[in-house]
């Protein structure tokens, strides 16, 4: 046996031994760091290091596109400055407040101004008309936020879902053939619900100071938002204590320390108001209260306490502006972390323009058990075929052996970039043995055709005449999936990938090294 | 060892005109299909909930599915029981419906086992696509087969860089994935992303067989009828051996209702079914016009 003839062989026994080992061995595939920070599942205490995407895990995956509208190429004053334009524009628009709208001035020639509305549920026609009675001109109006907005929603959400405590989670920016910007949320072992929940929520967080003034006709309430996301240098873990309940304990910045304080005793909080909210019993009078609000909704009210009141009164407080929220409940209170930790999204997603997806554990556990099964029937079906065709075992149990390798090899690929394996790929991976055992048929009858090969010359001008199909057959493949493989947003895309890598595969190693095993068979050199 | 050997056929017995005639016309009763499918219900296939919009809920559940659609507020457009499992159904809704997942968790009867059982959850999967969404992946789909076709056009006339044997496997190719939607409307199978793919997996496989026996016909010494016959042997082997493999798969997932695997491997059946006719009935009548006729010319 001749090393240089037969380096094909070997060099698919390389390619097998090393795929084998990215399947089975313990720690490969990047189960370290690529599979908390990147892959969906760690699927720890699996027998191989494959990792499974959703339809075969179970979980959610939610695709839906930024609550959103943008101007571009806006002509702004020189002198304005974005926080002027912001408010002008959302002083026109009934659904939203300064915050809600987000000016971006273009920093160099390439780039234009672009007003953002983060809001959804307001027309583009509302949208313009309001730039239009603010004195701005501009260009277009596209559904949809700019990329910068996109991606803070991004890295936020990616927060939110790490600091849930939901393992695995994975945030991605995927774009349409048509140019749409979707976000995709992908979630093992969590329902629906506890990520719509997350998505949908901006997270807006303030403490809002609601107090009586004496006016002209008698007592008025006023509110006035005094903290927000960013006013705090320190957020601990939400905990539970006897005396006040469930709560999340915060730091304040120096600045909006001093500044709280004394909003506190200019509006009597520090005084009068001590001890004094009656929210809980009576909303339409409450008296003297301290709001928790997220997204504009008061989750909490509670009164200021006597201890703090006279640190703020003595200014100890700017020195140590311990401070705490409080809610209802423990999960209130660790949502209510999560959203000071994580701050809060510029705009929520549109779950009613894209799609969602959840698939119970369980159900995924079957179909991982089943689509084995059935891979496996099919590959028996091949065997049985071929077997049946050529009657000859020399001929047909390389032929399985080869096509088998193929799968090894792919499924090692798999395991080592830790691709999410879904329905689409195990379908992918038969069309890969069929179109595999194809090929080596093409050569298998080549090879043999007009009686007993008998020389190496004559082997290697019938293999190389079988290969001008092989090449000419896997080209086409790769042209008709190309599209798929590109063309992106998910279901699919598995499915192209892996077919594409599997001809590669089959093209360049394993069929070449079917050549080399079927010229010593037949050749008997 | 059981060996089976391909057939030789007698081609020397048909003319062109009745090879053609069959393929031909079969092609043209699907195309008539897709017709009438498009005049009746405005798309020329069924389309399923990825395309249209919609919600796909399956759920375990005691109550019988007579009284399932009473349980959701929104209307139901299906249901229908899921066949590897007792009381398992899959309730489809249009894409307005909201909600669903709460509603099943909440209105639904447990099963026995269920109850007893406080993790368990009746639903087991929910797949919803809203309307809009679902149609950008329509046209996404129909740019994805339309580039697919284009670029093997384009590849098999630059390899044979003649134009009837190229146009002959266009052809067939087309006809390929033409009859299995006509066939797909006809049995009730939904074209989905799972069947987009049959369809472009097919397009591999289609012109798999047709380049061989281009390849034998223009480039093999040897007479015409010599070649077709060794083409064939490998090439219907080939199709029989992707044939057998994808009607177990169907058969298999089918029995195990993972209805992805089984409509992919229906859809492939009958394509290849499909291609066996087209290769060596109207792409061979091509080549053989073209090789005794055509050249002469």
């Given amino acids: ?525 | 060892m059981v060996a089976f050997e391909v057939p030789e056929v007698d081609y020397t017995r048909y003319t062109n005109r009745q090879l053609a005639a069959i393929p031909l016309a079969l092609l043209a009763v699907a195309l008539l299909v897709l017709a009438g499918w498009y005049v009746t219900t405005g798309a020329p296939v069924q389309l399923g909930t990825e395309f249209t919009g919609g919600t796909e809920l399956r759920v375990q559940t005691a109550t019988p599915s007579s009284e399932l659609p009473d349980q959701f507020d929104a209307d139901v457009v299906s249901v229908s029981p899921v066949r590897s499992e007792a009381n398992t159904y899959i309730v489809t809704f249009p894409p307005e419906a909201e909600n669903i997942a709460e509603q099943a968790r909440s209105n639904l009867e447990p099963t026995q086992a269920c109850a007893q059982n406080p993790d368990c959850d009746p639903v087991k999967s929910v797949q919803g696509t809203s309307a809009s969404f679902g149609s950008s992946t329509q046209q996404l789909a129909l740019y994805g087969l339309g580039l697919a076709f284009a670029g093997m056009s384009v590849l098999v006339f630059l390899m044979f860089r003649t134009f009837v044997p190229s146009i002959a496997v266009v052809l067939s190719a087309f006809s390929d994935i033409v009859i299995p939607l006509a066939l797909m409307n006809l049995l009730g199978i939904e074209l989905s992303l799972g069947t987009v793919a049959a369809l472009l997996m097919l397009i591999g496989y289609s012109v798999d067989s047709d380049i061989l026996l281009n390849n034998h016909i223009i480039r093999r010494s040897g007479g015409f009828y010599e070649s077709t016959y060794r083409a064939m042997r490998t090439g219907v082997t080939m199709t029989l051996t992707s044939l057998s493999a994808m009607a177990v798969m169907a058969l298999v997932a089918y029995l195990f209702g993972i209805d992805l695997l089984a409509s992919i491997g229906l859809v492939l059946v009958l394509g290849l079914a499909t291609d066996l006719m087209n290769t060596y009935m109207l792409n061979l009548s091509l080549l053989r016009w073209w090789k005794f006729e055509g050249v002469a010319r």
């Avoid at chain 1, 976000?183 to 990520?195: F, G, K, L, R």
């Avoid at chain 1, 703090?308 to 100890?316: D, I, K, P, V, Y």
């Avoid at chain 1, 499924?411 to 394996?421: C, E, I, K, S, T």
Wanted: one cysteine or more.
């Fill in chain 1, 1 to 525: 046996m001749n090393w240089r003839d037969n380096w094909r062989v070997i060099l698919l026994a390389i390619f097998i031994a090393v795929s084998v080992y990215a399947l089975v061995a313990p720690g490969v595939g990047g189960s370290d760091d690529a599979a908390t920070n990147e892959s969906l599942v760690a699927e720890a205490g699996g027998p191989t290091n494959l990792a499974f995407g959703l339809e075969l895990s179970g979980g959610t995956r939610i695709r839906a596109p930024v609550d959103g509208q943008t101007a571009y190429e806006v002509d702004v004053p020189r002198e304005t400055s974005p926080g002027q334009i912001e408010r002008r524009v959302a002083a026109n628009i009934s659904a939203a407040d300064a915050s809600d709208v987000t000016v971006r001035l273009a920093q160099s020639a390439n780039e234009t101004t672009t007003v953002e509305l983060l809001v959804g549920n307001v027309s583009t026609e509302r949208f313009g008309s309001a730039l239009d009675a603010a004195g701005y001109e501009y260009d277009r109006i596209q559904a949809g936020v700019t990329d910068a907005t996109r991606n803070t929603i991004v890295r936020i959400l990616r927060d939110k879902i790490s600091q849930a405590g939901l393992a695995g989670g994975r945030v991605q920016e995927v774009q349409t053939a048509d140019g749409e910007n979707f976000v995709v949320i992908e979630m093992p072992n969590a329902n629906q619900s506890q990520v719509e929940d997350l998505v949908t929520e901006r997270g807006k967080v303030q403490v809002v100071a609601g107090f009586p003034v004496q006016g002209d006709n008698g007592t008025e309430y006023r509110r006035v938002p005094l903290l927000t996301q960013g006013d705090f240098s320190r957020i601990s873990s939400a905990q539970d204590s006897a005396r006040r309940g469930p709560h999340v304990p915060l730091t304040l910045e120096e600045d909006a320390a001093r500044n709280y304080s004394n909003a506190m005793n200019e509006f009597g909080f520090t005084g009068e108001g001590v001890e004094s909210c009656r929210y809980r019993d009576d909303p339409e009078n409450p008296g003297y209260c301290l709001y928790t609000v997220v997204d504009n909704e008061t989750v909490y009210a509670a009164s200021m306490g006597s201890g703090l009141a006279r640190t703020m009164q003595s200014g100890e407080f700017v020195q140590d502006p311990g401070f705490i929220m409080q809610t209802t409940n423990m999960s209130e209170a660790r949502e209510l972390q999560i959203h000071l930790n994580a701050g809060s999204l510029p705009a929520a997603l549109n779950l009613d323009d894209g799609t969602s997806y959840f698939l119970a554990p369980s159900l995924a556990e079957e179909f991982k058990l089943y689509s084995l099964i059935t891979g496996l029937v099919a590959v028996l079906a091949v065997a049985l075929t071929v077997f049946f065709r050529y009657g000859d075992p020399k001929v047909a149990a390389p032929m399985l052996v080869t096509a088998l390798s193929e799968v090894v090899i792919l499924l090692g690929f798999a395991a080592a970039v830790q691709l999410p394996l879904d329905l689409s790929h195990i379908a992918g991976f038969i069309a890969v043995i069929g179109t595999g055992v194809d090929d080596l048929i093409i050569i298998a009858d080549e090879v043999m055709a007009e009686g007993d090969v008998n020389s190496n010359r004559v082997f290697q001008s019938r293999f190389r005449k079988a290969f001008w199909v092989i090449g000419a057959a896997a080209a086409t493949t790769i042209i008709a999936m190309s599209p798929l493989a590109v063309l992106s947003l998910g279901d699919l895309q598995g499915f192209a990938i892996v077919t594409i890598l599997g001809v590669l595969v089959g093209v360049l190693i394993t069929r070449p090294a079917y050549g080399d095993i079927l010229r010593r068979l037949m050749t008997d050199t």
